[in-house]
């Protein structure tokens, strides 16, 4: 039985974890609801002013915390150590990009500036 048809959750009794892999989900409202957050994010946080904010901290030789969306529509919380913004190309696209030490991952990362969400300055 799906979970997704049932009207309550009495007497439901699940025998194994619940993982990832388990929850289908079409990738029409993925995709929509990915848009949807990166068009609010721009409202927010305008491209120009990420943009500045970047630039500040690359000057400043400082580390921003950053809020990304990921095309699978997964939030990633980075602190990162922005190097270089500038346009860059993959699979024969162009797009704006960060070249960033990322904490998390002990390694430099390329992150689109459309795909961040939110940008916070780390004071010292």
């Given at each position: 039985m799906a979970l997704s048809r049932c009207r309550t959750l009495e007497g439901i009794v699940l025998r194994r974890p619940i993982h990832r892999k388990?929850?289908?989900?079409?990738?029409?409202?993925?995709?929509?609801?990915?848009?949807?957050?990166?068009?609010?994010?721009?409202?927010?946080?305008?491209?120009?002013?990420?943009?500045?904010?970047?630039q500040?901290?690359?000057?400043?030789?400082?580390?921003?915390?950053i809020v990304y969306l990921k095309p699978s529509g997964?939030?990633?919380?980075?602190?990162?150590?922005?190097?270089?913004?500038?346009?860059?190309e993959y699979q024969g696209r162009q797009f704006l990009a960060l070249r960033?030490?990322?904490d998390h991952r002990h390694a430099e990362r390329t992150f689109?500036?459309?795909?961040?969400l939110d940008i916070e300055p780390v004071e010292p």
């Open positions: 388990h929850v289908w989900v079409d990738y029409r409202i993925v995709k929509f609801l990915t848009r949807f957050q990166y068009e609010k994010a721009g409202r927010a946080l305008p491209v120009d002013r990420r943009k500045e904010l970047i500040r901290a690359i000057e400043a030789r400082r580390p921003v915390r997964i939030k990633s919380h980075r602190l990162v150590w922005p190097l270089e913004l500038g346009e860059v960033a030490f990322c689109r500036v459309d795909r961040i």
